[in-house]
């Protein structure tokens, strides 16, 4: 390595570092393959622009773009690195994206690779990333009482993996929903509510609470609502179940819940099921033993470390003797049975969205038993576990990974 006359370096494979040879043609295509030594305006006017570096390289070579019409705001300029390191590293390919921008590259060994000696505020082009999964699930929808109700849609139940920077720094807020009261009047039951996942630089996830179970009377009427998952209807008009899914998402965070059944003067009186992640309610028997619909099955993940169903719906109440209310799994609540001989329903499994059972009897007093709360579960490599948490979260290990627990609102920081 020797200085000539210039000032210029030379480097001992003979390349000459900082003479630049200016290129007269203003590069325009979508595409360029880029030569050690030149220098290039970039006009992005009409379309972005991703350059190749060359496939080797040697030390001292340089290379220089130039926004040529300040528009690389609006089309960006993008380095195929063609398999070499940039910045130490060989993904993700660097972006230019400021308009008026200058970036000149040297390249320094096999090692850091090319790196900018110039492009404005010389950044790290190449951030480095790693992956969070997620699991959203909310509030399930209590079960409906009085004369004749259906069961509670279990909590939307949404999964997610997003990048986040290996600098840290992000906050991600968590939102638990809690589950809806079952009802003993005559009335829709209450939905639950929402869980969340949000944060700088991530897509936000909202799983919806689920939806309420229908009601036998209750001018105009008290039908099954709409939510992550719907809940279950009457046995008398409006008998439908809701849908599930609403707002939509893809995919889909939860199902509908089924219809009731009115077969007097059969006395086949039942309610429907309220819709789960994994599936729709269960119809009622249109036979002997007129039984509730069966809640919806639960969806399952292996988040934690082993497998586990949640967000299943509430079971439709039977308002008769000899009959059944409706079965439920994945956290939902099983429903009662009706008079003469009350059975209460139970209650949707805290923390898993599951919907709450629904009832009924002749004498008018079935209660309704409540939906589960929901949950939100992050899981991070454990080497990028930062420990910065708030809302007590439960934290466990699996595998590589550390496994966070909300049952409860609160917050982790990357």
Do not use: H, K
């Not at 528009?71 to 070499?84: D, F, M, P």
């Amino acid at each position: 390595m020797g200085v000539v006359s210039d000032g210029t370096t030379v480097i001992d494979n003979g390349a000459v570092e900082g003479v630049i040879s200016w290129q007269s043609t203003i590069v325009t295509g979508t595409t360029l393959s880029a030569v050690a030594g030149n220098g290039y305006w970039i006009n992005t006017t009409s379309n972005a622009c991703t350059i190749t570096l060359p496939a080797s390289a040697s030390v001292g070579d340089t290379i220089v773009f130039v926004d040529y019409s300040r528009t690389w705001g609006t089309n960006a300029v993008t380095l195929n690195t063609n398999s070499l390191n940039f910045q130490g590293n060989t993904s993700p390919n660097p972006e230019y994206n400021t308009d008026g921008q200058s970036v000149r590259i040297v390249y320094s060994g096999a090692t850091q690779g090319w790196i900018p000696t110039v492009d404005d505020d010389v950044t790290l082009e190449t951030p480095q990333t790693y992956d969070i999964d997620f699991l959203v699930i909310a509030g399930g929808a209590g079960g409906a009482g009085c004369f004749g109700g259906g069961g509670g849609g279990a909590g939307g139940y949404r999964t997610s993996t997003q990048a986040v920077a290996l600098t840290g720094g992000t906050v991600i807020t968590v939102t638990v929903g809690s589950g809806g009261a079952g009802t003993s009047i005559d009335v829709s039951s209450n939905p639950g509510s929402n869980s969340s996942i949000s944060g700088s630089g991530l897509t936000t996830i909202t799983s919806t609470g689920g939806g309420g179970a229908g009601a036998r009377f209750g001018p105009p009427g008290s039908p099954a609502l709409t939510g992550g998952s719907g809940g279950g209807g009457s046995d008398l008009s409006p008998v439908n179940g809701a849908a599930g899914n609403t707002p939509a998402t893809s995919p889909s965070q939860g199902n509908a819940g089924s219809a009731g059944r009115f077969n007097e003067p059969a006395s086949g009186n039942a309610q429907g099921g309220g819709g789960g992640a994994g599936g729709d309610g269960g119809p009622c028997p249109s036979s002997s033993p007129y039984n509730g619909g069966a809640g919806g099955v639960g969806a399952f993940s292996s988040i934690t470390g082993s497998s586990v169903e949640r967000a299943g719906g509430g079971g439709g109440g039977a308002r008769l003797t000899g009959n059944f209310g409706g079965t439920a799994s994945g956290g939902g609540g099983a429903g009662g049975v009706g008079a003469p001989v009350f059975t209460a329903p139970t209650a949707g499994t805290a923390n898993t969205g599951g919907g709450g059972g629904g009832t009924g009897n002749d004498s008018g007093n079935g209660q309704g038993a409540n939906g589960g709360s929901g949950v939100v579960i992050l899981s991070v490599p454990t080497a990028n576990y930062s420990g910065t948490t708030t809302g007590s979260p439960t934290v466990t290990t699996t595998g590589s990974n550390t496994v966070m627990q909300f049952n409860g609102s609160g917050s982790y920081t990357t």
